[in-house]
Each structure stands twice: as structure tokens, then as C-alpha cells.
């Protein structure tokens, strides 16, 4: 994944949307990385897969996240 398309996801995704929580590993939560693909899951039940080819717009990347809040 292109570094920038990264640096405008990750401050959105670092905090879970849900609940807060900074943390990932030992159960707390996972985020992946992949070629295109951005995954976030976090042990509230927070599970947020995007998938960067469909774009990168800030206002994008927010309707995504508040459809997976809106999901839970
Ligand atoms: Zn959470």
C-alpha cells in the first residue's frame, strides 16, 4: 500500500471508532495491511475491512467506518 494512502487511513483506524481502544495484539485487536485491503478489528466487536482501490477520499473512509459502527 502507497505510504500516503496509509497516513490518511491510519489516524482514523489507530483509536478503535468504537470504543477507543489504541491497542492491537494479545487479544486486544489486529490491523493488517495489505496491498489494498485495510483491516481493523478490535475486541469491542469494531471489524472494519476497506479496500483502498475504492478510494481514498477522507469523507470515503469515514462512510466506510460508520458502516461497520453502524454494523455492530
Ligand atoms: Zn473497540
Redesign the pocket.
Same mark, same amino acid.
Given at each position: 500500500m502507497n505510504v500516503m494512502i496509509y497516513l490518511t487511513i491510519a489516524p482514523m483506524i489507530n483509536d !478503535?471508532p $468504537? !470504543?477507543g $481502544?489504541s491497542l492491537v495484539g494479545n487479544g486486544e485487536?489486529t490491523l493488517k495491511i495489505d496491498d489494498d485491503i485495510v483491516e481493523r478489528t !478490535?475486541? !469491542?466487536g469494531?471489524d472494519f475491512t476497506y479496500d483502498v482501490t475504492k478510494g481514498t477520499s477522507k469523507k470515503q473512509i469515514k462512510e466506510a467506518i460508520k458502516e461497520a459502527l453502524d454494523s455492530l
Open positions: !478503535c $468504537n !470504543c $481502544n485487536g !478490535c475486541k !469491542c469494531f
